[in-house]
């Protein structure tokens, strides 16, 4: 426990090291291994993450409160475009887009709102999806008997007796 309590120490007596590091406009928590904090940005998660940071040649052990501005200046620019730097596009978020037809990735905001915009079109064109997202149900073939109960944890309706009032017989 000493040994864990020195680290830190020494991590926020060391003059390089910052709290928090701006990546792709999302704080990023310092204390962590670089790998593990890129995935608090919307739309990364390990694989991406790992394949970023040996694209960008930054060691994933690193943390990422050590990052140089160079270091920061690289990841961003292999996230700005994967194409160019090389990920394979199995790995993208957003293959075959169905308003231009190309692959991309998408983070944070433009993830969300591309994701809604899908869902209203597919409930305005009354697809079988479209539909099961209007009612509530299951959308990829789940089965529906056991699971998706939409009056779960609301607590049960028992019989209800009645209250004799005293005094009267």
């Not at 899908?118 to 149900?137: A, E, F, N, V």
């Not at 299951?138 to 998706?148: I, L």
Request: proline letters at 2%.
């Amino acid at each position: 426990m000493a040994d864990n309590r020195n680290y830190s120490q020494s991590m926020t007596e060391d003059k390089d090291f910052r709290h928090l590091v701006r990546v792709m406009n999302t704080d990023l928590d310092g204390r962590k291994p670089l790998m593990y904090a890129l995935t608090k940005i919307k739309g990364i998660k390990y694989m991406l993450a790992n394949a970023v940071c040996r694209k960008a040649n930054v060691p994933i052990e690193k943390r990422a409160g050590f990052l140089t501005d160079a270091d920061v200046k690289a990841l961003e620019d292999v996230l700005s475009n994967f194409k160019r730097a090389g990920i394979p596009a199995w790995m993208f978020n957003r293959r075959k887009d169905f308003e231009t037809g190309e692959d991309k990735h998408l983070f944070s905001s433009t993830l969300e709102f591309t994701h809604e915009m899908d869902i209203k079109r597919m409930k305005k064109t009354k697809s079988y999806k479209g539909l099961r997202h209007q009612w509530g149900q299951p959308v990829r073939g789940q089965r529906t008997k056991s699971n998706f109960r939409r009056n779960k944890g609301k607590g049960s309706l028992g019989v209800i007796k009645k209250k004799i009032k005293s005094g009267k017989v």
